[in-house]
C-alpha cells in the first residue's frame, strides 16, 4: 500500500497531453527568439459559452499553461521526467516567399498605362506586334477617325 503523498506526486490530471511545437513568434524578424520551442496542453474540454457575458472561455485550467524550452529536447526531457505523455510538432515547411517588385524592375515592363490588362495598340508603340494595329471595325479608316462608315 502505499503512502497518501505519494499519490499525488503530479498535480496534472492523468489525462493531460502535452504538445511541443516550434515557438509560432520566432519566425518573426530578429534572432532573440529563434529556435525557441514551447509546451503547451491539449484541450480535453470543448469551450463553453459563458452564460453572464456570452463570452466563449476554456473550461479547461490547463489551456492557459505553457512553457518555453531552449530546444526541442529539453522541452521532451522535461516531459519525460514527469511522465507526462506529449506528442512534437516539427517546423511547417514554407515557400519562398516572392519579394515585391521595385520601381528599376517595372522599367523593362510595360508601362503603367497597359498594367495590369497588358500592352494596348493605340498608346504602346514600343511593342512591334501592336505597332501598327490597321483599321478598327465600324470606326472608320486609320487615316481618318472622325470618319464613320455609312454617314457620308
Not at 104 to 126: D, E, I, K, V
Request: with cysteine; glycine share 8%; hydrophobic share 35%.
Amino acid at each position: 500500500m502505499q503512502p497518501t503523498w505519494q499519490r499525488y506526486t503530479s498535480a496534472l490530471p492523468p489525462n493531460a497531453q502535452a504538445i511541443i511545437e516550434p515557438d509560432p513568434y520566432a519566425d518573426h524578424p530578429g534572432r532573440a527568439r529563434r529556435g525557441r520551442w514551447r509546451m503547451r496542453f491539449r484541450e480535453r474540454f470543448a469551450p463553453l459559452p459563458d452564460p453572464l457575458t456570452g463570452w466563449t472561455g476554456a473550461g479547461d485550467p490547463l489551456s492557459s499553461l505553457m512553457l518555453e524550452f531552449a530546444t526541442r529536447e529539453a522541452a521532451e526531457a522535461y516531459c519525460r521526467g514527469r511522465g507526462l505523455s506529449f506528442i512534437t510538432h516539427d517546423k511547417p515547411r514554407r515557400r519562398p516567399v516572392q519579394p515585391a517588385l521595385q520601381a528599376f524592375q517595372l522599367s523593362a515592363m510595360a508601362p503603367l498605362c497597359c498594367w495590369p490588362t497588358g500592352p494596348h495598340a493605340r498608346c504602346c508603340g514600343n511593342y512591334p506586334v501592336l505597332a501598327d494595329p490597321g483599321p478598327i471595325q465600324g470606326r472608320g479608316t486609320a487615316a481618318d477617325p472622325h470618319h464613320h462608315a455609312g454617314l457620308s
